[in-house]
């Protein structure tokens, strides 16, 4: 198998039955993608639905948190490889509601999101101490 792919996909489900998709499926289960992303968890019908970790690959990233029709979506942790780490709420696969976002360099953002972007009240702590306290528009 080639690193661009080539992989199978595998589905292995909570009684150790081995599978080819998902399908149909509702329990946790592990699935190995052909990209080499794995997701730990649970399934409704065959798609991510309920809480489990997915952990991409190429960017050695992983999302720890709740699942709705494959999205990211409920409370979860999302931890970035160059970036930093997000907790908070997630809705349609990205950052809406409240949430934290902790940056590498020692900055943090902790207020409100809306489709991903800096969105409503919310405090901006530089790694300094120095602190911006206010509202946020289109991030």
Known sequence: MSE???RPYIFITENEET???SRGYSGKAIAQYPNGDTYEGEFMDGVREGRGIYTYAKTVEKYDGEWR???KHGIG???YAKAGTYSGFWE???RHGEGVFNYVNGDAYSGWWKFGEKEGTGCYTFA???KIY???ENG
Do not use: L, P, S
């Open 19 to 21: 599978k080819t998709t």
């Open 134 to 136: 206010g509202e946020w």
């Open 4 to 6: 661009d792919g080539d």
């Open 69 to 71: 029709q494959n999205r």
């Open 92 to 94: 349609n696969g990205r």
């Open 128 to 130: 300094n101490g120095m």
């Open 77 to 79: 942790k999302m931890t």
